[in-house]
């Protein structure tokens, strides 16, 4: 299985970033697939997460309203649409799957997951 984020970068906060995630390696349909950040020195935390075979989109609290995930089944790829970043944003992103959860959170504890991608926003 493989995940492999890009599009992180600087930006001045206010700004918009758009990450990608490309999927492959399993055949799988039951699961959920979701963005998560790490920033240093703090927990891990899901960002946005959706069930493969659709239904609720989750978004951490204080992204909502400036974030937005999309997926494209025909290319196997994900995407995050980030605006108005904030400082606080800054974090390396990933994308990880959730094998068998099809709840209406992101949880933390994936089975697969990418290398990630570098968010910095500045003041």
């Known amino acids: 299985v493989q995940l492999q984020a890009s599009g992180g970068g600087s930006v001045q906060a206010g700004g918009s970033l758009r990450l990608s995630c490309e999927v492959s390696?399993?055949?799988?349909?039951?699961?959920?697939i979701g963005w998560f950040r790490q920033a240093p020195g703090k927990e891990r935390e899901g960002v946005s997460c959706?069930?493969?075979?659709?239904?609720?989109?989750y978004y951490l609290d204080s992204v909502k309203g400036r974030f937005t995930m999309s997926r494209d089944s025909a290319k196997n790829a994900v995407y995050l649409q980030m605006n108005n970043l904030e400082p606080e944003d800054s974090a390396l992103y990933y994308c990880?799957?959730?094998?068998?959860?099809?709840?209406?959170?992101?949880?933390?504890?994936?089975?697969?997951r990418g290398p990630g991608t570098l968010v910095t926003v500045s003041s």
């Open positions: 959706v069930y493969n075979n659709g239904g609720f989109t």
């Open positions: 990880a799957i959730i094998r068998f959860y099809s709840g209406a959170y992101c949880p933390v504890n994936h089975d697969y």
């Open positions: 390696g399993f055949t799988w349909t039951d699961y959920t």
